[in-house]
């Protein structure tokens, strides 16, 4: 069957991955090394990590930083912390359903972490891709055989190009799940990172607030 999809822009763009993220549920931080403009911090009993002025890790966003102390944005709250100190911040959902926040980097993009059938994988939030769509490689990654899919047309900043359409069996990004949610698979390196389009999105209320995007499940 030969069907048009349509692949949004941002799949072949060179794009930084800065200070995006997710915010989860229950979001511990603690500070256990100060500098100028970083801060080393342990998120939700994580390995230490350093981050510097302006990156996101697990969803806290280093806002400022000295030897005395960390200004921190956690689950969309402001924390001041110091050397040794903690704080723990209650995700956000609307109505019991599952949410997740996500924070645009400094070109105003939604890029941060997602799981495909358990495989940890970048991605990218895109209204104008018609379905999830990834690579080859990253659809390997998240054990999906490809292959056995519908071949479709898929038309990208690039031209047409040969797809294949697949079912992701789960998506989570966040406490949010999703079952059974279209894809499309296209041979090769792009998109560089997933495209996260509209059978998932379609699926998510979104609500923005200034760089907080919070997406909360429908269905």
């Known amino acids: 069957m030969n069907q048009l999809l349509q692949v949004g822009k941002t799949a072949l763009l060179t794009m930084s991955l ?11 931080v603690n ?3 100060l500098f100028s403009n970083k801060a080393v911090l342990m998120i939700n009993g994580g390995k230490p990590k350093t981050l510097s002025v ?12 000295d030897s005395q102390a960390a200004t921190l944005q956690i689950e969309g709250s402001t924390k001041r912390l110091g050397m040794g100190q903690a704080a723990s911040v209650a995700g956000k ?8 926040v996500l924070y645009a980097d400094s070109q105003g993009h939604f890029v941060s972490d997602c799981q495909i059938n358990g495989a940890s994988l970048k991605f990218i939030l895109d209204t104008g891709a018609t379905t999830v769509a990834m690579n080859s490689g990253d659809a ?20 047409v190009v040969t797809a294949y359409r697949v079912t992701i069996a789960t998506l ?20 560089s990172v997933v ?7 379609n699926r998510l209320d979104m609500k923005r607030e200034d760089i907080a995007l919070t997406l909360t499940k429908k269905y």
């Open 18 to 28: 800065l200070s995006s993220s997710i915010c989860m549920a229950d979001t511990q």
């Open 31 to 33: 500070i256990v090394g």
């Open 54 to 65: 302006g990156q996101t890790s697990d969803g806290v966003k280093l806002i400022s930083a």
């Open 93 to 100: 959902s609307s109505g019991g359903s599952a949410s997740a």
């Open 140 to 159: 390997k990654f998240a054990n999906i055989d490809y292959k056995r899919g519908e071949p479709v047309q898929v038309s990208t900043a690039n031209g």
């Open 172 to 191: 989570k990004i966040g406490r949010i799940t999703l079952s059974q949610v279209d894809a499309s698979v296209l041979e090769g390196g792009s998109p």
């Open 195 to 201: 495209l996260l389009g509209m059978s998932a999105l």
